[in-house]
């Protein structure tokens, strides 16, 4: 990376150079996507219901970047002008890694992934409990719920990788579609017409397993 480039690299630049373990890359790398990343692990946590403080933020915020400098992740980042949103959704799956390791469970009403679906701040609120037929809400309701999530999560990772990063941001992470299409340098409409196709095929992918 030459001088001109330092001042204000592109993410590819700043990235390989990243990789390459230059110092200086790092310092703006990290100056640039702090605040993703630490938005990223606060916003997953309260999603799901954990219970926190400032110093587990920290610590997590902190595992990330060791893991990213040391652990060479990000070597893994195909389209680096993306790195926003692979950053956000490192983040945040570190974020429920840690509680996990801690042995710190979320509470019972912590949100699913069905209800992230249902509920993404876009205008379609709904939740499982409403979607569920009604003779759901018995013995096997967690197991109607954990068919749910297996079927959702699976039907997601085949998603393509940019559709994917996408939807993840919006049902998993509940940023609006203007906040994604900012962090992915992408046109609104290309977002929200991705959710909308992206909803449909998962409520079709559900109905198909009559857990809709």
């Not at 409990?129 to 009604?134: G, I």
């Amino acid at each position: 990376m030459g001088s001109s480039d330092l001042a204000s690299p592109s993410p590819e630049q700043l990235i390989e150079g990243c990789i390459k373990k230059d110092k200086r890359s790092w310092d703006i790398f990290v100056e640039r996507y702090s605040k993703v990343v630490y938005w990223a692990i606060r916003d997953r946590l309260k999603r799901f219901g954990y219970n926190f403080e400032d110093e587990d933020i920290n610590d997590i915020h902190q595992d990330v970047f060791i893991a990213l400098w040391s652990g060479d992740k990000l070597a893994q980042l195909k389209e680096r002008d993306k790195a926003a949103g692979w950053l956000a959704m490192v983040a945040g799956n570190a974020a429920i890694d840690y509680f996990r390791r801690m042995k710190r469970q979320s509470p019972p009403n912590s949100i699913s992934i069905y209800q992230e679906i249902y509920n993404s701040g876009d205008g379609e609120a709904r939740t499982l409990e409403e979607v569920l037929p009604s003779k759901a809400a018995g013995p096997d309701m967690e197991a109607q719920l954990n068919d749910a999530r297996e079927i959702l999560e699976s039907a997601i990772e085949s998603f393509k990788p940019k559709e994917r990063a996408v939807v993840k941001l919006n049902l998993l992470h509940g940023m609006k579609h203007e906040e994604i299409a900012d962090t992915l340098k992408i046109p609104v409409n290309t977002v929200s017409t991705t959710i909308a196709r992206a909803k449909k095929y998962l409520k079709e992918k559900l109905e198909g397993k009559r857990l809709l």
